[in-house]
């Protein structure tokens, strides 16, 4: 299954992935000391990669071929609404703006499939600082991303899954950590 951009599903991804866009920017320009917002947009395989490497092969072989389909969710930057994704003409590279694949220490350099703007004027055109969303389970795993949009189905597998309560415990955790020095300023 493929979700097209006119879902309403997709829509409200859209639209979460805005707020958090904005939130980063605010951090970026203050600069406020942290990890990057971010949203882990964890919706299943028959919606988007599970894991780091079938996504950059998924990735390589849609570059360049005229099917647009694809599982990667974002259609638009997040921030100024430049389209990413299939775009008519050029070299099979130039097909797919926006999509990247791409090493950090997230991902225990390991190859992943990242989002840069293609818009040059966009505070999220670069590979150092990408789109702040992530839709690989590897990744949003390693990042702990600020928000996550989830499906019932990823959530139940908190009892089954280590990663999973590992990633709930730490967002359960850092929203302690916050609640902690807001009630004990200084």
């Known amino acids: 299954m493929m979700v097209h951009a006119t879902t309403p599903y997709c829509s409200a991804i859209h639209r979460a992935a805005s707020l958090i866009a904005c939130m980063e920017v605010i951090r970026v320009e203050k600069p406020?000391?942290?990890?990057?917002?971010?949203i882990g947009i964890?919706?299943?395989d028959s919606l988007s990669p599970l894991h780091r490497e079938p996504a950059c092969k998924e990735l390589n072989s849609i570059r360049g071929n005229k099917n647009k389909e694809h599982r990667f969710i974002l259609n638009r930057c997040p921030l100024c609404s430049t389209s990413l994704g299939p775009a008519e003409g050029g070299d099979k590279d130039e097909r797919w703006p926006g999509y990247e694949i791409s090493r950090s220490a997230v991902t225990r350099n390991e190859e992943t499939v990242i989002f840069i703007c293609p818009n040059v004027e966009c505070l999220f055109?670069?590979?150092?600082r990408p789109i702040p969303a992530l839709v690989i389970d590897d990744d949003i795993f390693d990042e702990k991303p600020s928000l996550i949009v989830a499906t019932i189905d990823k959530f139940a597998?908190?009892?089954f899954n280590e990663n999973i309560r590992e990633l709930l415990e730490s967002m359960l955790m850092e929203t302690v950590h916050s609640a902690s020095e807001s009630n004990h300023p200084g």
């Open 42 to 44: 964890w919706v299943g």
């Open 125 to 128: 055109s670069d590979e150092r």
């Open 157 to 159: 597998q908190v009892a």
């Open 32 to 38: 406020w000391v942290g990890a990057r917002f971010s």
